[in-house]
């Protein structure tokens, strides 16, 4: 451990033992619908080119190839999530009343109004903004990996490959692109069908309740992520029921409802676990010291 770790480490655990129960439920931001931004995704309309895929690598720099190799459908044979070199894919399923159809949807960090990885988080490294997004320091985050298991839609992904400075990654719903350039998320710029729609949270859910008056016929009357796990920033609207897709059933009560009563049991009763580890850290360090001074000693 050198000494930049160590003080982070030591640094962390002495903010976790005055403020262990903030840390439990903090990083929270009140959700104002008509402030908040928000994307609706019309699997009516999306064609499965995977262009967003593509445009989604370029905005985050990640490893990506010629945007011609994204017309592979041979990765629809699998089901596929998120990775650290992937913040969002396309994967299909089966149109139940034209069984050889076969719809698209997108999927991403859903960056929910109260966000199970921002409760699971200890050390705040998540953070709910009120623009919507759910962002991520980096150099707060202890590598848990707690809001992996919290989220119920199994978006953030670990660096596993990354041996020195691995992170939790995932969408970041282009903040830098829409606070400091004035553009709309890379996935939507792209999209040649119009299958996503940017705009303001209050603006897309009004756009998807329209599109449910104006054809009947054509849409699921759901939205999905209007108020499950207490409402998401990506809204979708669908054709059939969305049990067969592959967007979890959820009920409207938020995440960290369910979980901070647990959590702030917890952190009043006992140290919090990063104390725990900063303190044993603290020791580690100290009798390593003793014994190298003592061997010193001993050799003179």
Not at 10 to 25: F, I, N, V
Not at 184 to 213: D, Q, S, Y
Not at 235 to 244: C, H, K, Q
Not at 273 to 279: D, E, R, T
Request: proline share 6%; aromatic share 8%; glycine share 8%.
């Amino acid at each position: 451990m050198n000494r930049r770790d160590f003080l982070k480490i030591t640094a962390t655990a002495s903010g976790a033992l005055m403020t262990g129960e903030a840390l439990a439920s903090g990083g929270k931001a009140h959700v104002d619908d008509s402030k908040a931004l928000g994307v609706l995704v019309d699997t009516t309309t999306c064609i499965g080119c995977r262009k967003c895929e593509w445009a989604c690598n370029q905005a985050n720099k990640l490893p990506s190839q010629d945007i011609k190799a994204f017309d592979d459908k041979s990765v629809f044979n699998g089901h596929r999530r998120p990775t650290d070199g992937a913040y969002t894919v396309v994967n299909t399923y089966p149109d139940p009343e034209i069984p050889d159809r076969q719809r698209y949807l997108k999927v991403q960090c859903m960056h929910c109004n109260d966000p199970a990885c921002v409760s699971a988080c200890i050390v705040g490294a998540f953070k709910k903004t009120e623009l919507g997004p759910v962002t991520y320091d980096a150099w707060k985050c202890m590598g848990c990996r707690y809001c992996m298991l919290a989220c119920p839609f199994q978006v953030p992904a670990y660096e596993y490959s990354n041996a020195l400075t691995p992170r939790v990654v995932k969408c970041s719903f282009c903040l830098e692109r829409i606070t400091r350039e004035n553009k709309v998320p890379a996935c939507v710029e792209i999209c040649p069908n119009e299958a996503l729609t940017f705009g303001t949270r209050k603006g897309i859910l009004e756009l998807a309740h329209a599109r449910i008056i104006q054809f009947p016929g054509r849409y699921n009357e759901h939205i999905y992520g209007e108020h499950e796990v207490g409402g998401t920033s990506w809204l979708y609207l669908a054709g059939e029921d969305f049990s067969v897709t592959e967007l979890p059933k959820l009920d409207e009560r938020p995440i960290p409802e369910y979980t901070e009563s647990i959590q702030h049991g917890v952190f009043k009763s006992f140290v919090p676990p990063i104390a725990l580890y900063g303190l044993l850290a603290l020791a580690m360090h100290s009798f390593k010291n003793k014994g190298s001074n003592g061997g010193n000693h001993e050799r003179s």
